[in-house]
């Protein structure tokens, strides 16, 4: 069983940064993307950044340019540093792992989600 434990959420002023980050526990065997999402209340869940295990990297284009994602597979973690925050940024961020098990099934794990609040 996998678990996805996020962390680094938090109440900031529009401008500042804050550095999410997500460790996942448990046997996997190949990861093949990481990514986080948001949903802000009585929104969907809208991707914000992807990373895949070669190292690609897919932002949002509200995002662009202020959202950094990075990742480690041997660690398996997977991070967002979010710099110029605004306040349409507030929502809660998700990260997913997509995970290949060794049947070759492919198999998305969620984390529990991780508030951010910014404050204009």
């Known amino acids: 069983q996998v678990h996805l434990v996020e962390s680094g959420g938090g109440l900031v002023q529009a401008g500042g940064s804050l550095r999410l980050s997500c460790a996942a526990s448990g046997s996997i065997f190949r990861i093949n993307a990481m990514a986080w999402y948001r949903q802000a209340p009585g929104k969907q869940r809208d991707l914000v950044a992807a990373i895949t295990s070669a190292g690609s990297t897919n932002y949002a284009d509200s995002v662009k340019g202020r959202f950094t994602i990075s990742s480690d597979n041997a660690e398996k973690t997977v991070s967002l540093q979010m710099n110029n925050l605004k306040p349409e940024d507030t929502a809660v961020y998700f990260c997913?792992?997509?995970?290949?098990?060794?049947?070759?099934?492919?198999?998305?794990?969620w984390g529990e989600g991780t508030p951010v609040t910014v404050s204009s």
């Open positions: 997913k792992f997509v995970v290949r098990t060794i049947a070759n099934y492919v198999i998305d794990y």
